[in-house]
């Protein structure tokens, strides 16, 4: 997984929960799986991922090719569980705000700060803790799991 990347932003409004989620954003738009890309990045407002806590919405955003997602607020659940699925979640106030359809953003997990490339602005959020980024740099929880228990039993 990237530490730092850059990706086209797809932006939609709050309290997207998680059934609009489903099928790669097809509650809110039908045709999304279409046109994105590998290495895009959702930015949404306030309550990303309410609802239900199943895993298919977060993996057919996954699946999708989605770099990150990039919310004023992410249902907890919700975050975890892209986390786990080993695709970066970011609750970075004031991100709805600089950023519009189509911007290139340029995201540092490590560093902690969203750059729009397009006009300028930047946000900052919360660094990932070390742990997290093991996670992400595995690909999700299970590979993460899989490898440091295969190395405790050597």
């Keep these: 997984m990237k ?12 309290c997207l929960d998680s059934g609009n989620i489903n099928g790669v ?8 799986h279409k046109k994105v890309q590998p290495g895009d990045i959702i930015v949404a407002g306030i309550n990303f991922g309410m609802g239900s806590s199943s895993e ?3 993996r057919s955003l996954k699946d999708a090719g989605i770099a990150a997602v990039i919310a004023e607020s992410i249902s907890n659940i919700y975050l975890r569980t892209l986390i786990n699925l080993g695709l970066p979640a970011i609750e ?8 519009e359809e189509g911007d290139e953003l340029e995201v540092n ?11 300028g ?27 440091t228990l295969a190395r405790d039993e050597v």
């Design 3 to 14: 530490r730092l990347f850059k990706g086209k932003a797809w932006k939609f409004g709050d």
């Design 25 to 32: 954003m097809a509650g809110v738009d039908p045709e999304f």
């Design 56 to 58: 298919n919405a977060p």
């Design 92 to 99: 970075c106030s004031g991100i709805s705000q600089v950023v």
């Design 109 to 119: 997990l490590e560093s902690g700060e969203v750059r729009n490339l397009s006009n």
């Design 121 to 147: 602005a930047a946000r900052r959020f919360a660094p990932f803790s070390d742990g997290t980024i093991a996670i992400l740099d595995k690909g999700g929880l299970i590979p993460f799991l899989r490898e």
